[in-house]
């Protein structure tokens, strides 16, 4: 059917497995962000600071620009989907499953309290356990998920239905923003369009490589990730799908969301697990995390102070020392790495970096203690231009993601 193999492909597959897998056993309240496995779905946390709640395989879980992710509600269902009402972003929806595999329902999420409250029969083993959890720009009553196959409220979630037909291997589904009986798949085999509310299903963008997410965006657009093209994008009014987005190489999306306030930001979870973030609609993309440092202005000014300090050894744009010469080593027995991305500088979290950077290595003394030099606050300017050299691939696959990234 697909005619490609690979391992990030095989990971698509096996994804809506995954994704409704029970809560996972977890002691800690807070972790670094790289260290956050079974990421399936995200919103913008509606008390703001730039935070986002993520649903993990042990909870909801809420994550901060400096890298951290706080355990937010008891580790005790694994969150499967995660709706913001696009007409009122205060209004969370989430699933659950809880430790023995049953629904943990249907769940109202009030973001003041750090309190949910289920909606009345969608709990226990006949409860809902969806995925893909979505709620419509028409009427914040109507949403869609999927539980095998997709399913429809109309109530706000009190009674679902499954629709009339389902493409084969949906893994997301989407309620149009325009048309009250349109609604998109994303499937395994390609990005399916019903104009009918599931009666029957058309191809909506050109060819069958796998569609592994579709949003309805504000604007009257919708948005899909297409395996090995990229982030995609149309008007509902004409369908004529666009390509914004490209440079994910063997990586796709497994989430994407619309910022409410701001509809040129966009969030996503690729599929390690790894936040990313756009601010100019989809085109270019930068990590979550350290976004907050990662501003046009920072980045201009930590290429100052690379080219003034650490150009002279880790060559122009991150490229090392001596690229040409694989034999060259200083007194230590070492070169200056790249810090680009052709090395493994992104096999480090940015703690791991800034530590480096910070107190220098002690393996070698031409690697110094830059905080004797350098502010914080410079040496984080620095950090935000290295990884704006790093292509997607690697900011996807940073710190501890790396080993799932490696040998694909
Ligand atoms: C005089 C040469 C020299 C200068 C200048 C220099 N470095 Fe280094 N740097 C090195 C060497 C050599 C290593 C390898 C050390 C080791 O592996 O123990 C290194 C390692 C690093 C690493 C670890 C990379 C990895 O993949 O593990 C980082 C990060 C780094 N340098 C950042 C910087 C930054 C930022 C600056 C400027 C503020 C800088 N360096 C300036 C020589 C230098």
């Known amino acids: 059917m697909i005619g490609k193999s690979g391992t990030a492909l095989a990971a698509l597959m096996l994804l809506a497995a995954t994704v409704t897998s029970k809560a996972e056993a977890q002691e800690q309240t807070s972790a670094p962000l790289d260290r956050v496995q079974s990421v399936f779905s995200l919103a913008v946390d509606p008390a703001g600071d730039g935070a986002l709640l993520l649903g993990t395989g042990y909870g909801l879980l809420r994550a901060t620009p400096d890298g951290m ?51 009345p029969g969608t709990q226990g083993e006949t409860g809902t356990k969806l995925t893909s959890l979505s709620i419509s720009r028409l009427d914040g009553d109507r949403m869609a998920g999927i539980d095998k196959t997709i399913q429809l409220s109309a109530n706000g979630g009190l ?19 325009t048309s009250p009986s349109r609604i998109f798949a994303a499937t395994v085999g390609g990005l399916m369009v019903s104009e009918d509310n599931g009666q029957s299903w058309q191809q909506s963008y050109p060819g069958d490589a796998p569609v592994t997410v579709v949003t309805s965006l504000s604007g009257g657009r919708v948005a899909a990730f ?12 004409t369908l004529d799908w666009q390509v914004v987005g490209t440079g994910f190489q063997d990586r796709f999306l497994r989430a994407l969301i619309e910022d409410p306030s701001s509809p040129e930001t966009l969030y996503a979870v690729a599929d390690t ?9 989809g085109a270019t993309w930068i ?36 690229p040409d010469d694989p034999e060259a080593r200083d007194e230590f027995g070492f070169k200056a790495p790249a810090l680009n991305d052709a090395m493994h500088a992104w096999h480090h979290s940015d703690a791991g970096l800034r530590a480096t950077i910070h107190k220098g290595s002690p393996r070698n003394e031409r690697m110094a203690a830059w905080q004797e030099v350098l502010s914080d606050e410079e040496i984080d300017s620095i950090l935000a231009y290295v990884k704006s050299t790093w292509s997607i691939r690697s900011l996807a696959c940073q710190g501890a993601r790396h080993m799932a990234c490696m040998g694909q």
């Open 69 to 119: 992710a706080q355990v937010i509600t008891p580790p005790r269902a694994a969150i499967t989907g995660i709706a913001t009402d696009p007409n009122d972003p205060a209004r969370l929806l989430l699933n659950g499953i809880d430790a023995d595999g049953a629904s943990a329902g249907l769940l109202t999420f009030d973001p003041e309290q750090a309190r949910w409250t289920a909606t």
């Open 159 to 177: 009674s679902w239905e499954p629709l009339a037909t389902t493409p084969e291997e949906t893994l997301a589904v989407a309620l149009s923003g």
């Open 226 to 237: 297409i395996y090995r093209t990229g982030l995609v994008m149309a008007d509902e009014e």
């Open 273 to 281: 697990g790894a936040i990313l973030l756009s601010r100019d609609g």
């Open 287 to 322: 990590s979550f995390e350290g976004s907050d440092l990662a501003t046009p202005d920072r980045i201009a000014a930590g290429k100052v102070l690379y080219d003034d300090n650490c150009a002279s050894c880790h060559g122009a744009g991150g490229i090392g020392e001596a």
